[in-house]
């Protein structure tokens, strides 16, 4: 808090400054206490961009409010999971990438959240599987196939339609603003570039879960006053994923990318 201090007395950009508060860190020791206060949260900002990092490693969940308003003080966390680089394999690319960005390898071995653990509490917190929740997201497959594997606890399903049969149940609601931007002109690229080309401001470092969570649901809601006069067609766009099916219902009709697309992963 000292440091803390001191850096306060620097004049830093808005964004530094606010960013341990807005993003709070989640480790084993604090899990319980921050997902009693998610329960709460969640009852007034039922709106949650989601991103995962290196999926299994690090979640960021943002919440909202249909007017883009945020909760006081905190708005986003970050789990960060147990994982052991030496048991587990890995893409050293991504490996190269965490490090870079500033994932701590050994504290998740030492202090990480146990998955099953969080599973248990995701499930009993309002999160998931209530229709009122509305998921934000950016071509968001993977991570949503780490989702439903952690919290069915099983392998995911190898036909298509039942995995969105699966994801309709716990995710209801969901807006990729990786699809939405194929009807907005002139958007292009990686959830970065988006942000620049909507001149939003980045809280949090880049390739972070909690940072890209936190930026994906401001495009989100700049995107829909921008480009959809604030009112989303849900026929048109919920429960479709970029890059995957049909999306969540058989009345939702063209395909939202190829499976190129999909292999090509999602860029930032």
Same mark, same amino acid.
Request: include cysteine; glycine fraction near 8%; proline fraction near 2%.
């Given at each position: 808090?000292? =440091?803390? $201090?001191?850096?306060?007395?620097?004049?830093?950009?808005?964004?530094?400054?606010?960013?341990?508060?807005?993003?709070?860190?989640?480790?084993?020791?604090?899990? +319980?206490?921050?997902?009693?206060?998610?329960?709460?949260?969640?009852?007034?900002?039922?709106?949650?961009?989601? %991103?995962?990092?290196?999926?299994?490693?690090?979640?960021?969940?943002?919440?909202?409010?249909?007017?883009?308003?945020?909760?006081?003080?905190?708005?986003?966390?970050? #789990? /960060?999971?147990? #994982?052991?680089?030496?048991?587990?394999?890995?893409?050293?690319?991504?490996? %190269?990438?965490?490090?870079?960005?500033?994932?701590?390898? &050994?504290?998740?071995?030492? +202090?990480?959240?146990?998955?099953?653990?969080? *599973?248990?509490?995701?499930? @009993?917190?309002?999160?998931?599987?209530?229709?009122?929740? &509305?998921?934000?997201?950016?071509?968001?497959?993977? %991570? #949503?196939?780490? =989702?439903?594997?952690?919290?069915?606890?099983?392998?995911?399903? +190898?036909? !298509?339609?039942?995995?969105?049969?699966?994801?309709?149940?716990?995710?209801? *609601?969901?807006?990729?603003?990786?699809?939405?931007?194929?009807?907005?002109?002139?958007? &292009?690229?990686?959830?970065?570039?988006? *942000?620049?080309?909507? !001149?939003?401001?980045?809280?949090?470092?880049? $390739?972070?879960?909690?940072?890209?969570?936190?930026? @994906?649901?401001?495009?989100?809601?700049?995107?829909?006053?921008?480009?959809?006069?604030?009112?989303?067609? %849900?026929?048109?766009?919920?429960? $479709?994923?970029?890059?995957?099916?049909?999306?969540? @219902? /058989? /009345?939702?009709?063209?395909?939202?990318?190829?499976?190129?697309?999909?292999? /090509?992963?999602?860029?930032?």
């Amino acid at each position: 808090t000292t =440091l803390a $201090h001191f850096g306060n007395l620097f004049k830093m950009p808005a964004a530094e400054e606010d960013h341990s508060q807005i993003i709070r860190e989640v480790w084993a020791n604090n899990l +319980e206490e921050e997902m009693r206060r998610i329960r709460l949260i969640i009852q007034k900002y039922n709106y949650i961009a989601m %991103d995962t990092e290196f999926p299994g490693v690090v979640l960021g969940l943002t919440f909202m409010n249909e007017k883009n308003q945020y909760p006081p003080g905190t708005s986003t966390w970050q #789990f /960060n999971f147990k #994982f052991n680089l030496t048991e587990d394999m890995y893409s050293q690319d991504s490996i %190269d990438l965490l490090r870079t960005s500033g994932l701590q390898f &050994k504290k998740h071995e030492e +202090e990480g959240i146990e998955t099953s653990y969080f *599973a248990e509490l995701l499930m @009993t917190s309002g999160v998931v599987l209530c229709d009122n929740v &509305k998921w934000l997201s950016f071509h968001s497959g993977y %991570d #949503f196939g780490y =989702l439903i594997k952690l919290l069915t606890h099983s392998r995911l399903p +190898e036909e !298509e339609q039942e995995f969105f049969d699966i994801l309709h149940l716990f995710f209801p *609601a969901i807006y990729d603003v990786k699809y939405l931007m194929k009807s907005c002109k002139n958007l &292009k690229g990686g959830l970065q570039e988006v *942000a620049e080309q909507l !001149e939003l401001e980045r809280i949090g470092r880049q $390739h972070q879960a909690g940072s890209d969570s936190l930026l @994906t649901g401001m495009a989100f809601f700049r995107m829909r006053e921008l480009f959809f006069e604030d009112n989303i067609d %849900d026929t048109k766009y919920c429960g $479709h994923l970029y890059g995957l099916g049909s999306g969540l @219902t /058989n /009345n939702h009709n063209g395909t939202a990318g190829t499976s190129e697309e999909e292999t /090509n992963s999602k860029q930032h």
